[in-house]
């Protein structure tokens, strides 16, 4: 029946051709990569009409098409833990037609979770979203970036090229593809090779405090 063919096709590359709306990307940045040492790579935002996805680029003459509100027809992806990976074996093209992605989706896409609920997320999962610096303690192997908002905080552990990046507390920042792991039994941030964190600087204001609500009222 029709549940023994969804089993069936887990592991293959999802072939239908998805037409999407870039909505961000980020610079290609170099990482290690098994096979081939080292690599590069970008990670993208992308919506269909009725979803989206989180996209790892591994073609980077791929770039000039992730452009913010370009639409882009894949086919020839595959999908690991919810996230898109694009290979040099698969075909990016442009989509020339009028395509309008329901708002509610871009929402849902540019949303980031709450940190209360990253805890009762399962180890192992990809996390990704816009987090406020609270604290950052540089360490011999790696650097603990301590993450806040409103619901609680975490620890985002980073080594390798993300020990001590510059930063400091109240600037934003900007998670891609970080992996929830129990680290001392307690559920943290990880970072791993395909990970990526841009820094988002707080604005320093010499004037003082602006009142935003003045001109409003």
């Known amino acids: 029946g029709s549940v023994d ?24 940045f170099k990482y290690e990569s098994p096979e081939n040492g080292k690599s590069t790579m970008f990670h993208a935002t992308v919506a269909s009409k009725t ?16 452009v913010r509100k370009k639409v882009i027809t894949i086919s ?3 999908e690991c833990k919810g996230v898109m990976e694009i290979k040099e074996a698969s075909s990016v093209s442009d989509f ?13 896409a540019n949303k980031t979770p709450k940190i209360s609920q990253l805890y009762k ?6 996390v ?7 604290k950052k303690s540089v360490h011999k192997k790696n650097t603990i970036y301590e993450i806040q ?18 930063c400091e507390k109240g600037d934003k920042l900007r998670l891609f593809c970080l992996q ?14 395909h990970s990526f964190i841009k820094v988002i600087k707080a604005k320093k204001n010499k004037e003082g405090p602006m009142n935003v609500n003045a001109a409003a009222s």
């Open 5 to 28: 063919q969804v089993d069936a096709r887990r592991n293959v590359p999802q072939n239908d051709p998805v037409t999407v709306v870039v909505l961000k990307a980020t610079a290609p």
């Open 121 to 126: 997320q399962a180890s192992g999962t990809m």
């Open 180 to 193: 929830l792991r129990t680290v001392d039994r307690k559920l943290k941030l990880v970072c791993g090779s």
């Open 51 to 66: 979803q989206y996805f989180h996209v790892k680029v591994f073609d980077i003459n791929l770039k000039e098409k992730f």
């Open 149 to 166: 908002d409103n619901t609680g905080s975490m620890d985002v552990v980073g080594s390798g090229k993300w020990h001590n990046i510059k």
């Open 128 to 134: 990704y979203g816009l987090f406020m610096l609270q």
């Open 96 to 108: 020339n037609q009028n395509f309008e992605v329901p708002n509610r989706i871009i929402e849902i």
């Open 76 to 78: 020839d992806y595959s």
